[in-house]
């Protein structure tokens, strides 16, 4: 509260050779069953949780809290070209989403448009609209690429990292 935005958790699950992805589409299963209950619990004691576009895509999560009982984050997702495909998990009108974009602002039902603009930090911006919002925390699940905008703005307050030291990708295979 005092530095005017939301607690930030970075999140991610990573192999014995610190990989967070594979290489190619498809999605690289880091976690395991009991992993994700546990993330489930976490994402349950949180007011919002964060993607990129990338990990709609190729992951198509729903970011939800159905491997526990508990209420659901609000769902953010950083599209800033508004590309993906409504057919995703995402927005699927079951919990509050917000788009985070730079073509237009507007709430419609569960699905909302927040506005950002290019030429400013968008780490700043996101967290400033979250403050606004009043989302008093956050998880960022990733990937990659949004988890190190975080990191180079140290603008986060915690890291939970879920490390499978019995995976290692090798010349980019699984």
Do not use: C
């Not at 958790?9 to 999605?27: F, P, Q, V």
């Not at 997702?77 to 509050?96: A, E």
């Not at 950002?116 to 699940?141: C, R």
């Amino acid at each position: 509260h005092t530095q005017h935005r939301p607690y930030i958790i970075l999140k991610w699950a990573e192999t014995g050779d610190r990989k967070i992805a594979g290489t190619g589409t498809d999605r690289l299963y880091i976690s395991n069953d009991q992993t994700n209950r546990l993330v489930h619990k976490w994402r349950s004691e949180e007011a919002s949780i964060l993607i990129g576009t990338k990990t709609a895509l190729v992951d198509d999560p729903e970011l939800t809290t159905r491997n526990w009982e508990g209420p659901s984050p609000v769902r953010l997702v950083v599209d800033m070209d508004l590309k993906l495909p409504l057919s995703l998990r995402i927005f699927n009108g079951k919990q509050k989403t917000i788009v985070f974009n730079t073509i237009k602002h507007e709430e419609d039902g569960n699905l909302n448009f927040y506005q950002v603009t290019g030429d400013v930090n968008l780490v700043h911006q996101i967290v400033n609209g979250l403050y606004q919002m009043n989302l008093q925390s956050v998880i960022v699940e990733g990937g990659a690429r949004l988890l190190q905008s975080f990191i180079d703005e140290g603008m986060w307050d915690e890291a939970r990292v879920i490390k499978n030291e019995k995976l290692v990708i090798q010349q980019g295979l699984a």
